[in-house]
């Protein structure tokens, strides 16, 4: 057995303060060689600089305390490699959601205080292929990226001609209570059959306030933002689910720049008699 090492002196030889190390050890992340049971006092050997070292990196890189553990006591390399890999993903990603957060927010700071054109218009009703359900907030644009990939998919299959753009009707709770009705549809010519979560309804007539969003929907809160200002100025808006047009979306082009998405408020007629 090498010699022992102080709690100061192996905080010295790995950077590790005397806190850390303390609270690793209640932990069982990195236990002491020894703890003399009279003082309490902690030891440590030479054999455990490198352990240290892998766990200061780790916890450098955000590696909650129970993965650091899974990797030290990996049996094989290939297994600690995996584990490593899975939180450098994690990392990346979470790391892309930050870009693109300051991105949205630097786009925000910049946007010009330009003219906001709203178009009034009556929707009639349209028979469509349709996919609803009660969906989480945080949820509802991986639902919403599946649920139109199968409608479309089923609109083509089953020969259906499109009579419009996809559109989206989003149910108030969504928004108020973070769990809502969600409904993705088509307009089509004919009657679609029902297939898989796809049924056919009639999406039903409207009078809405439209605004036009370009680009990713990653800021169309900013065009609901606005467009909701409109209608609450102008005292007219009314009870009913927000409604999307993907004018030009996912199905179209790749390109989110090139998305051209249409927003509306349920409204009343201001010159109805």
């Known amino acids: 057995m090498g010699p022992r090492l102080t709690?100061?002196?192996?905080?010295?030889?790995?950077?590790l303060s005397v806190k850390t190390l303390r609270h690793y050890h209640q932990v069982g992340l990195l236990e002491p060689c020894s703890v003399d049971p009279h003082t309490?006092?902690?030891f440590y050997d030479l054999e455990q600089i490198p352990s240290a070292q892998?766990?200061?990196?780790?916890?450098?890189?955000?590696?909650?305390?129970?993965?650091?553990?899974?990797?030290l006591a990996a049996p094989e390399v290939a297994m600690r490699n995996s584990l490593i890999?899975?939180?450098?993903?994690?990392?990346?990603?979470?790391?892309?959601?930050?870009?693109?957060?300051?991105?949205?927010?630097?786009?925000?700071?910049?946007?010009?205080?330009?003219?906001?054109t709203v178009e009034h218009r009556t929707v009639a009703p349209?028979?469509?292929?349709?996919?609803?359900?009660t969906v989480d907030r945080e949820d509802v644009l991986t639902w919403w990226q599946g649920a139109l990939g199968e409608l479309h998919a089923t609109v083509r299959?089953?020969?259906?001609?499109?009579?419009?753009?996809?559109?989206?009707?989003?149910?108030s709770d969504v928004y108020l209570h973070d769990r809502g009705r969600v409904t993705v549809f088509v307009p089509v010519e004919g009657t679609p059959r029902e297939v898989g979560r796809v049924v056919g309804l009639v999406v039903p007539?409207?009078?809405?306030a439209i605004a036009y969003h370009r680009g990713s929907l990653d800021d169309v809160d900013l065009t609901y933002g606005t467009l909701g200002a409109y209608v609450t100025g102008h005292e007219i808006g009314v009870d009913g689910p927000l409604r999307e047009y993907y004018v030009r979306g996912?199905?179209?082009?790749?390109?989110?720049?090139?998305?051209?998405?249409?927003?509306?408020?349920?409204?009343?007629?201001?010159?109805?008699?």
């Open 157 to 171: 299959a089953q020969g259906l001609t499109p009579a419009g753009p996809a559109g989206g009707l989003y149910e």
């Open 40 to 42: 309490g006092y902690r």
């Open 54 to 71: 892998v766990i200061r990196r780790l916890r450098d890189l955000e590696m909650p305390v129970a993965d650091v553990r899974a990797v």
């Open 126 to 133: 349209a028979p469509a292929a349709a996919i609803q359900q």
């Open 250 to 273: 996912a199905d179209d082009t790749r390109d989110t720049a090139e998305w051209r998405t249409e927003i509306g408020w349920p409204v009343f007629r201001a010159d109805a008699g």
């Open 7 to 15: 709690i100061g002196d192996f905080s010295r030889l790995t950077h």
């Open 205 to 208: 007539a409207a009078e809405l």
């Open 85 to 116: 890999a899975a939180h450098l993903d994690s990392l990346e990603a979470e790391l892309a959601r930050t870009r693109q957060a300051v991105d949205t927010l630097r786009d925000l700071l910049r946007r010009p205080d330009t003219a906001f």
